[in-house]
Every structure is written in C-alpha cells, then in structure tokens.
C-alpha cells in the first residue's frame, strides 16, 4: 500500500515553467495535462560508476523499480536546488556538491513533469530512507544499459539525457 502523502501539494506550472498553481499529489499524478515540478539527482563515485536506487514497494508510481540516485517533487516557496538538496538528505542521508545539467518535460499516461537534473559525486556511506528507497548500489555505467527494463521512465529519460543509456 503506498505511503506517499496523496494531499501533498505540488508546483503545477505551463509549457514555460511559470507556476499557474498548486494541485495534490493525487490530482497530479492522474492527470497529464498538470505538468508539475520535479527534480533528479544523479550521482557517481569517484570511480565514475553511477548510483541507482531501487525504489521502495510503498511508492505509488514505479514500486521494485530503479531510478537515478534520487528524485523528488518541488515545494511551494522552494527552487529546484533546494529540493534536490532536500532530497539527497532524505532519501539518502547526504548532502553533495551540484551542478545543473538539464530541464526536460517528461509525459506518461498518468501525468507530466517539469523535471530538472542535477549530477553530483558521492561514494557513500547512505542512510537510507526505507519508505522510498529498497537499496541503492554504485554500477559501471555499461551494466546499466542491461537494467533498461527495470529503469523508471524518468531514469530513462535522465540517463539519455548524460549519454549513459
């Protein structure tokens, strides 16, 4: 049964990122015409091999899936820089050092995402959040192209985006 607080409210922005209003997690995430901000962090250690997540089985979208290190929603009155801070701390018990690589709209059958990527460098240790995350584990970036189909459509979409996948 998912956790995740279906009252949460999100960003909802237009095509441009202008904020247009607040909607719930639920409203967003079962409507695709409500494009919502969200972030991604992706990680890598000092050896170059990228950070998955496994998600937890209380998430409400994409349970048992892996995902880029983190990945989160942004708040009323917060940047995207804070959230994906406020995610690494969450999530994984971190803070880390990022830099911006992209902002992209992601569109699925349930909803639609103003996301924007960070990548940083972590080699650990983790403390992880057991409502959102199963594990997570350090992989050289060619035996992530064999985890395609256990990758969230926003993994995908991120790792594309830094020519990993």
Do not use: W
Request: with cysteine; charged share 30%; proline share 4%.
């Amino acid at each position: 049964m998912p956790r995740d607080d279906q009252t949460e409210l999100f960003v909802v922005v237009d095509k441009n990122d202008r904020i247009i209003g607040y909607k719930t997690r639920y409203e967003c995430h079962h409507n695709n015409k409500l494009i919502h901000r969200g972030i991604g962090v992706i990680l890598f250690n000092s050896a170059d091999e990228i950070l998955l997540q496994k998600r937890s089985r209380a998430k409400d979208l994409f349970p048992g899936y892996y995902s880029i290190a983190t990945g989160g929603h942004v708040a009323k009155g917060e940047t995207y820089l804070q959230a994906a801070k406020r995610e690494l701390l969450e999530e994984l018990g971190i803070r880390a050092r990022l830099n911006l690589i992209s902002k992209f709209i992601i569109k699925s059958e349930r909803e639609c995402e103003m996301n924007t990527i960070f990548k940083g460098v972590h080699n650990g240790p983790f403390k992880l959040d057991p409502d959102e995350v199963d594990k997570v584990e350090f992989f050289p970036k060619d035996r992530v192209r064999s985890l395609i189909n256990k990758l969230t459509p926003f993994a995908n979409k991120s790792l594309k985006t830094l020519q990993i996948l």
